[in-house]
T-cell receptor, first 113, second 113 residues
Framework: GQQVMQIPQYQHVQEGEDFTTYCNSSTTLSNIQWYKQRPGGHPVFLIQLVKSGEVKKQKRLTFQFGEAKKNSSLHITATQTTDVGTYFCAGPGGSSNTGKLIFGQGTTLQVKP | AAGVIQSPRHLIKEKRETATLKCYPIPRHDTVYWYQQGPGQDPQFLISFYEKMQSDKGSIPDRFSAQQFSDYHSELNMSSLELGDSALYFC????????????FGEGSRLTVL
């Protein structure tokens, strides 16, 4: 079945440093979504990428979807303590369009003030 | 804005007992998803419903069952509980079957003793 691999598993940065998490799929994805889960919280939608090579920005966050639509990345510039949490990429599961998402293992970001 | 409501937020059960989790999706959302998240793990898809019919099935044990009712709320029934069922159970809803954003509830934390 489809697998979504995400690296690194953990990242500790000093406040102000940049952060990047990478997501790779074993199959071509029709789209990819990114979610953030704060400690003790629930996943919250950040963005959806659909087009090959797409790049989207949200303030200090930059999301990319690979040309082959099999990989994606999330880059945070100048991290802040409010960026702490686990970032998940998620792709559609299976060939049928049921809305189901398969999540990557997540990257947990710790920011030292 | 109304969010996904899950109840109960916490429950403690003994082995071999049963438990029922409830989920009230965002008004007008017709699709409900159930996910299970173990400590430090990514959300694992269990089952989903669209317009009160099961639309997809994931790694849901045979001891578990779920349904979506006429008012679109959903219930996850878990029987013969095992220690390994201890986890955070998230319900998410969406409008249609995607692709699109999933709105997650705050989760129900099940502890099996």
């Amino acid at each position: 079945g489809q697998q979504v691999m995400q690296i690194p598993q953990y990242q500790h940065v000093q406040e102000g440093e940049d952060f990047t998490t990478y997501c790779n799929s074993s199959t071509t994805l029709s789209n990819i979504q990114w979610y953030k889960q704060r400690p003790g919280g629930h996943p919250v939608f950040l963005i959806q990428l659909v087009k090959s090579g797409e790049v989207k920005k949200q303030k200090r966050l930059t999301f990319q979807f690979g040309e082959a639509k099999k990989n994606s990345s999330l880059h945070i510039t100048a991290t802040q303590t409010t960026d702490v949490g686990t970032y998940f990429c998620a792709g559609p599961g299976g060939s049928s369009n049921t809305g189901k998402l398969i999540f990557g293992q997540g990257t947990t970001l710790q920011v030292k003030p | 804005a109304a969010g996904v409501i899950q109840s109960p937020r916490h429950l403690i059960k003994e082995k071999r007992e049963t438990a029922t989790l409830k989920c009230y999706p965002i008004p007008r959302h017709d699709t409900v998803y159930w996910y299970q998240q173990g400590p430090g793990q990514d959300p694992q898809f269990l089952i989903s419903f669209y317009e009160k019919m099961q639309s997809d099935k994931g790694s849901i044990p045979d001891r578990f069952s779920a349904q979506q009712f006429s008012d679109y709320h959903s219930e996850l029934n878990m029987s013969s509980l095992e220690l390994g069922d201890s986890a955070l159970y998230f319900c998410a809803s969406s409008l249609g079957r995607g692709p699109g954003e999933l709105f997650f509830g705050e989760g129900s934390r099940l502890t099996v003793l």
